[in-house]
């Protein structure tokens, strides 16, 4: 009860603090290398442009702090960058703006999984798995029926603490093909099926809940492989870390800028997608971290050394493109399933 | 001041403006949040106002009435309140959401039949669904706390827990039995370190409430941060566990049971060691001297003098540890695997991640109806002890 009563005192502090409009532009994203890159690309690039100061501050998925603000009235963030399935679930509850994308040239130049009612995809993730690479220096692990073969590749295994992700890559590794694991994910039997997959490492097994456990734990030996977002890994490597991202069978999904409903700076945030949008500033934040872009003529501005780390090209030839829809509709029971089935 | 002297009723009067400034700061931070929480785990004002027509349908029971009564209430809802709706009522099944979102949207378009509902998707066929609806449109709703005890009322009106459904209740259990270990492990720690304190020479004793103060005051957060890099499988205890040759290989130190016994202790020591200390202090040093005296070895005297005097300390100590303990959240999410974790993050999860502030409320009074029943229990265990001591 401790945690309610803090929010609900911040939430009358920040009321009482903070009158509407005499604010800065606000960004909210995800922190860290992620947030610095973006700082690069985009929010420096749009606030000379627009002559404007800016804010930031970090958002940690989830819809409590937006539901807050379409419940208050006060809106403190002006865009915000947050996961599709969290973008879609809010844009239902009317609270975030829904984009014109005439205004915005009709984002042709995007994939159309980007171009969403509420917000515009931005950045594409690879979700696989990684390994140190001094831990199997004889064999390494291809895909993720080795992930899952206790036997050949002995030692602790990392996942997210949630079922999306890992109930894929469990049908993936017992022979589903990729493009029948949502269909068979929607029935009781294939989630009976995946659950059984992952009984079979659960003694193996430790949960991480933010994207920077994985590379701690692979650095410091405490696992021996893990799930985990490609860009951490490879910025990881590229300082030296003995770490290797599996691309094969990865689950690709995309995270979005939406824009609260509400927000005073509506009007410059349109115009911060604008940028967002285009070939060049995606390069740029590509170029600085590895994650891919969602506009199509991006890949062409990259040099080959950036590309071979995204999840683009060859990369995603062997990859599940995550379903948001999916996880809207079953995250619930999957959820309850998963708490369920975590302290059993 | 001067003003005082001259009316004694005015400076009551001036007082009582004095403390009604406290009080009401204590019902508006302290009260007001509770009987929210308390209010949020019963309310069902946002499925229960939405579906006013739908609940007057229902009374007579006809199916097209229903049908007609639904389309209405639906096309009625705003966006927003549609899409909470939906929320909420895909906790309850699968698939709801995008059913509510649909037919929503092209209330107008639809048929006003049950029929026409059926041909507009036929899952309106179902019965289950709306047995949802019906269970969950009234103005305050059950149906958290089922969840949170997994206490079902079956076919037959029996009150049933079917295996799996009590998590919570396991998570319960799992967090006191947690708690109790922190709090006896303080104890343990903490007594002799307190006696330490009180009863060492002058550097004994600076030296241990120097330490015990200075980790105080240092941020839980960094304290269990801390920890992680202790006892991490590269980290220093294992790097020295096998420098020593003590084990081949490292230990699983983290993110187990014990790895969250260690850092709660730590983070708790000084709730324990500081009442136990100031009590402690009280008991006159000539008493022991005197036990001495009289021929009491120094064990006897300890047990016979010093710890039941002590002992006033040793439960305030271990009362405030238990009840800090059963609130933690960070300490055991950071250093715990998943079956170490407490209740409060299985709230924080329902806040953060679903929005279920429903269910997050309901294990909170869960929690806090534990802490109420144990308080009360250990009171009536003193006064039970105090009676039977006065009539001996």
Redesign the interface.
């Known amino acids: 009860m401790n945690y309610l009563k803090v929010a609900r005192i911040s939430v009358v502090v920040s009321l009482c603090a903070s009158p509407a409009m005499a604010r800065d532009f606000t960004i909210a994203a995800w922190g860290g290398n992620y947030q610095d890159a973006q700082r690069e690309a985009y929010f420096n690039p749009f606030a000379k442009a627009q002559g404007l100061k800016f804010v930031e501050t970090t958002y940690l998925g989830g819809l409590a702090e937006l539901k807050a603000m379409g419940d208050t009235g006060n809106v403190t963030w002006d865009l915000v960058m947050s996961g599709g399935t969290d973008a879609q679930l809010a844009c239902d509850e009317g609270l975030l703006e829904e984009i014109d994308w005439d205004a915005l040239g009709g984002g042709k130049e995007l994939l159309p999984a980007a171009v969403q009612p509420c917000a515009a995809g931005n950045v594409v993730i690879g979700n696989g798995f990684a390994y140190n690479t001094e831990a199997f220096a004889a064999e390494a692990p291809k895909d993720w029926s080795d992930f899952f073969n206790l036997e050949k590749f002995p030692g602790k295994r990392g996942l997210i603490n949630n079922p999306y992700m890992n109930l894929e890559s469990a049908l993936m590794a017992d022979g589903v093909p990729l493009d029948q694991i949502y269909e068979v994910l929607s029935t009781p039997e294939g989630v009976d099926r995946a659950f059984a997959k992952l009984d079979t490492i659960k003694s193996e097994l430790q949960f991480w809940e933010a994207g920077s456990q994985p590379v701690e734990w692979l650095v410091a030996n405490n696992v021996a492989m893990s799930s985990a977002y490609n860009g951490r890994i490879i910025t990881a490597k590229k300082e030296g870390k003995p770490l290797e991202f599996v691309w094969k069978n990865h689950i690709y999904n995309i995270d979005v800028w939406a824009i609260p409903k509400g927000a005073p700076y509506k009007e410059q945030a349109l115009e911060f997608l604008k940028i967002a949008n285009t070939a060049e500033a995606q390069a740029k934040f590509s170029a600085a971290m590895p994650y891919g872009p969602t506009n199509v003529n991006a890949g062409k501005l990259m040099s080959p050394e950036t590309v071979k780390d995204l999840p683009v090209g060859e990369n995603i030839a062997e990859a599940l493109p995550y379903s948001d829809s999916f996880w809207i509709e079953n995250y619930d029971s999957l959820k309850e399933r998963w708490s369920n089935w975590v302290v059993q | 001041m001067s003003n005082a002297l001259r009316n004694p009723h005015g400076s009551r009067l001036a007082a009582l403006i004095l403390l009604s400034i406290p009080v009401a700061l204590y019902i508006l931070?302290?009260l007001t949040?509770?009987a929210?929480?308390v209010s949020l785990s019963l309310d069902n004002s946002a499925l229960g106002t939405g579906f006013a027509t739908l609940r007057a349908a229902t009374e007579d029971g006809d199916a097209d009435r229903r049908a007609q009564a639904l389309l209405t209430d639906l096309g009625a809802m705003?966006?927003?309140q549609?899409?909470?709706t939906?929320?909420m009522l895909?906790?309850e099944?699968?698939?709801f959401?995008?059913l509510i979102?649909k037919t929503g949207k092209e209330a107008d378009t639809i048929a006003p039949t049950m029929d026409g509902l059926v041909s507009f998707d036929k899952r309106w066929a179902d019965q289950e669904y709306w047995g949802i609806i019906d269970r969950n449109i009234g103005q305050i709703t059950w149906r958290h706390y089922q969840k949170a005890t997994g206490l079902k009322v079956d076919a037959n009106g029996d009150l049933t827990i079917s295996k799996?459904d009590d998590?919570y209740l396991?998570?319960m259990g799992r967090t006191l039995l947690i708690t109790l270990q922190v709090t006896i492990l303080t104890l343990l720690i903490g007594y002799p370190l307190a006696y330490g304190v009180t009863n060492g020479t002058r550097r004994v004793s600076g030296t241990i409430l120097a330490i015990v103060l200075l980790s105080f005051w240092t941020s839980v957060l960094v304290r269990t941060t801390a920890w992680v890099v202790l006892l991490?499988?590269?980290?220093l205890i294992n790097t020295l566990l096998v420098g020593l040759k003590l084990t081949s290989e490292?230990v699983q130190l983290?993110?187990n049971r014990f790895g969250t016994l260690v850092a709660m202790t730590h983070v708790l020591l000084p709730f324990a060691i500081l009442p136990m200390m100031n009590v402690m202090r009280t008991i006159p040093k000539s008493q022991s001297d005197a036990s001495r005296s009289l021929g009491a070895g120094p064990i006897e005297t300890f047990l016979r003098v010093y710890f039941p005097q002590s002992l006033r300390g040793v439960l305030v100590g271990g009362g405030t540890v238990f009840i800090l303990a059963l609130?933690f959240?960070v300490t055991p999410?950071l250093t715990g695997?998943?079956?170490d974790q407490m209740l409060?993050y299985?709230?924080?999860d329902f806040?953060?991640?679903?929005?279920n502030w429903g269910m997050?409320?309901a294990l909170?009074?869960m929690?806090?109806s534990t802490v109420v029943l144990l308080v009360a229990a250990a009171r009536i265990g003193q006064w039970m002890m105090s009676n039977r001591k006065g009539i001996a």
Do not use: D
């Open positions: 931070v302290f949040p509770l929210s929480v705003e966006q927003k549609l899409g909470e939906a929320r895909n906790q099944k699968t698939g959401r995008s979102l799996g998590i396991r998570v991490q499988t590269n980290g490292p983290i993110f609130g959240y999410a695997g998943p079956n409060a299985f709230i924080a806040v953060n991640k679903t929005l997050a409320s909170s009074v929690l806090l």
